[in-house]
């Protein structure tokens, strides 16, 4: 139970799920033929968007179940163990085709951004159909990650998320980054309806407006401002759009606007997995604060979910990888004071979910990554060079 005697809903998390070839932080891409040396070791950790938003959930005292699949490989006890160990339920889908391996992503992180190198396996080939009305009334929000990533959850997804309003969830969606680049207008005008929250970053609000309006042989000028005026015009709810060191703007269906700033840090280490933890912060607030599907969300309560979020974002930003080191309430607290913010009695926050006892066979914390997380880590580090640099040219 949080400060102010408020206890957060339960949320389930649908998306990706994997397991993340950290390198770096680098100056630079790896240029072709050439080597590049990581200050760190190369490490393999559980990674994907809707896996680091649930383990950050639950590391705020929020109680989460992540919906996804893994392969039949070694990777997926690590992710398995991550989730326990965070205190988050993994409903593993059942629907999926054998032989398909967990989703791995080759992370090039340095201090400014970072870049990815991603074999998407068996997240491409589950879907949501499986989860049952029944099921879905346990949960008060359904939050979705790593939509780009999930190609079958991706084309029955608005089935999904209608399901989940007949189950009296209200929801969110992160997208994350199209590799197309084609920024699917149907996303707009099929799936926002259907939403409460999405929650872009600045280049995929422009990348889905600019869409939009090309559809439509219109003009746009490029602005993240004009992007959120449009997308705003399409969601049943609000669009917060994250833009890194300044901070956040947000606009409701009603045109009312809001913002929250980012903390100024005097440096950072990578910004990978930065979105999973405003998403996780934010959405550990918006649980404790409660709406069903369409409900108008107070314009004081994204506002105080926003500023968490910030904080949750920016402590982010000083850890390696994206869910190596989450905030919880007591190092959120100490963080935000260290910066010069002033902690509001508004913002509550509630101890860590305890990890998750199971008879499964459990990979120890030392063991992670394993022999062969070590042995997929030491050969995407050898390939490295060749994949990306690649792009260079």
């Known amino acids: ?75 997926a006890d690590v992710v398995r163990n991550r989730l326990r160990n965070r205190g988050a339920r993994f409903r593993e889908a059942t629907d999926v085709p054998p032989g398909y391996p967990t989703g791995t992503c080759i992370v090039l992180s340095g201090k400014a951004d970072r870049g990815f190198v991603s074999h998407y396996g068996v997240s491409d080939f589950w879907g949501c159909d499986e989860l049952p009305l029944t099921y879905l009334r346990q949960f008060s929000h359904v939050h979705v990650g790593g939509y780009f990533s999930c190609k079958r959850m991706r084309e029955s997804l608005p089935q999904f998320l209608a399901k989940c309003a007949q189950a009296g969830c209200s929801t969110s969606i992160d997208t994350n980054d199209d590799y197309t680049c084609n920024w699917d207008a149907k996303f707009v005008t099929e799936v926002l309806p259907l939403v409460d929250v999405y929650l872009p970053n600045d280049d995929e609000a422009v990348g889905f407006a600019r869409s939009v309006v090309a559809a439509a042989g219109a003009h746009f000028d490029g602005s993240v401002e004009a992007a959120i005026d449009l997308l705003s015009k399409h969601i049943r709810g609000v669009v917060i759009v994250t833009r890194g060191a300044d901070g956040v703007l947000g606009k409701l269906a009603d045109g009312t606007e809001f913002t929250a700033p980012a903390l100024r840090l005097d440096s950072i280490v990578d910004t990978v997995g930065c979105g999973d933890a405003f998403n996780a912060g934010f959405l ?110």
């Not at 992540?66 to 392969?71: E, K, N, Q, R």
Request: glycine share 10%; net charge negative.
């Open 1 to 75: 139970m949080a400060a102010d005697g408020r206890t957060a809903l339960p949320v389930l998390v649908v998306g990706d799920v994997f397991v993340d070839v950290l390198a770096g932080p680098i100056d630079r891409l790896p240029l072709w033929g050439k080597d590049t040396f990581s200050p760190l070791p190369i490490a393999a950790v559980p990674g994907g968007s809707a896996q680091n938003t649930a383990s950050g959930l639950a590391a705020l005292g929020v109680p989460t179940t992540l919906f996804s699949a893994v392969g039949n490989d070694v990777f």
């Open 284 to 393: 550990s607030q918006l649980m404790r604060h409660p709406t069903g599907p369409g409900a108008l969300i107070p314009a004081q309560v994204l506002q105080q979910a926003a500023e968490v979020a910030c904080i949750n974002a920016s402590f982010q930003v000083l850890q390696r990888g994206a869910a190596e080191t989450v905030g919880t309430d007591n190092t959120l607290k100490k963080f935000a004071q260290r910066h010069g913010v002033e902690w509001s009695p508004e913002w509550a926050l509630a101890a860590p979910c305890p990890p998750i006892a199971s008879s499964d066979r459990v990979v120890e914390d030392h063991a992670e990554p394993g022999w062969g997380a070590v042995v997929v880590a030491a050969a995407s580090a050898f390939i490295l060079g060749v994949v990306v640099a690649k792009h260079l040219h």
